[in-house]
Nanobody
Framework: QVQLVESGGGLVQAGGSLRLSCTAS????????MGWYRQAPGKQRELVAT???????HYADSVKGRFTISRDNAKNTVYLQMNSLKPEDTAVYYC???????????????WGQGTQVTVSS
């Protein structure tokens, strides 16, 4: 079983920055990809950014040029650097991990508990 712990959320003024962190722990054989999703009130959960084991990244159009996803493989940690924050970025941000607990076990999706990001005008 893999567990994800998120940190770094909070309240920030428009134009400010935050850095989210997510660390995977437990029985981990291999992590294939990690990413961030968010859900604002009244909206569906949406993909923000992902990073694969090979290093390739993908960003939602709404955050391109402002957010940067990175990873530290030795620490099983993924980061989301958020700059030039806007009120519309306000949401609960969830860490996602696609990982295998053993060589013969299929990859499985794991989710963090979510961390609140609030951007004031």
């Amino acid at each position: 079983q893999v567990q994800l712990v998120e940190s770094g959320g909070g309240l920030v003024q428009a134009g400010g920055s935050l850095r989210l962190s997510c660390t995977a722990s437990g029985t981990i054989f291999r992590i294939d990809a990690m990413g961030w999703y968010r859900q604002a009130p009244g909206k569906q959960r949406e993909l923000v950014a992902t990073i694969a084991s090979g290093g390739s990244t993908h960003y939602a159009d709404s955050v391109k040029g402002r957010f940067t996803i990175s990873r530290d493989n030795a620490k099983n940690t993924v980061y989301l650097q958020m700059n030039s924050l806007k009120p519309e970025d306000t949401a609960v941000y969830y860490c996602n991990c696609i990982a295998k607990s053993g060589f013969f076990t299929p990859a499985h999706d794991y989710w963090g508990q979510g961390t609140q990001v609030t951007v004031s005008s």
